[in-house]
């Protein structure tokens, strides 16, 4: 009491456990000091950590229609030229399987995810449409204070993985293992240029020509196409994810 009456009366327990020991030699341990500073009601409020965009965990959800569910990760691929690495951190639309918006560059920065994002947004929402919820891993790009702050200016709904679930991504993994036979695996790149300019015309062929049997063997943007013309056929099209 004389310590917190004194000059050290900004001090927490853990630095009084030290005056007590330093000063008045006492054996003791921080837990006990607790323990007395909470019976002599001493103790300072505790400081809250403050989240300001609060961890959702990915939960189940039905698909009927695009735009409703969107699935984002990061591939690499190799520039044996210079061996290095690229990055690809696209977004896959669950219902109609459109790559909807992608970066792919040298380097792969939170920054980089969320102008994907943005772009995607301006291409694919107009402003009366509800925006999409938008699924990831726990990445440090997606985890990032810059990403949180995208979800809010946007008013999305930004859901997480729980570790080791990629299962509960499964789409755009589903892309990627595509992404890596189709392309990545075949060609070898000398250049990035080389890289990025395979990279752009895949992702052209995969939306436009490139057929998907749970698609009824259509191409993304021939299925959007279909559902225009088949609403009411478009029951078996639905998603549990």
Known sequence: MELVAGEEHSYGY?????CLRVEHHL???????????????????????????????????TIEKSNQLWQLD????????????FYIADIIDVFDRSIVGYHIGASCDAK????????????????????PIIRTDNGPQFVSKAFGELCEAEGLIHER????????NA?????????????????I???FEEAYEAVHKYMDFYNNRRMHRSLGKRSPAAFMEWVKEHSSDIAKYKRAV
């Open 74 to 85: 990061i591939k690499y691929g190799y520039v044996a030229g210079y061996e290095q690495f």
């Open 14 to 18: 853990v630095l009084l456990t030290e």
């Open 27 to 61: 054996v003791i341990n921080k837990k006990k000091v607790y323990n007395l500073c909470k019976e002599l009601d001493i103790l300072h409020p505790q400081r809250r950590k403050k989240t300001h965009y609060p961890r959702r965990l990915a939960r189940n959800h």
């Open 171 to 187: 789409y755009i993994e589903s892309f990627h293992a595509t992404l890596e036979r189709d392309l990545l695996r075949k060609e």
């Open 112 to 131: 980089h995810v969320c102008e994907a994002v943005r772009a995607a947004l301006r291409s694919r929402i107009s402003p009366d449409q509800d925006k």
């Open 189 to 191: 790149f000398q250049t």
């Open 161 to 168: 993985i729980p570790p080791k679930t990629p299962n509960m």
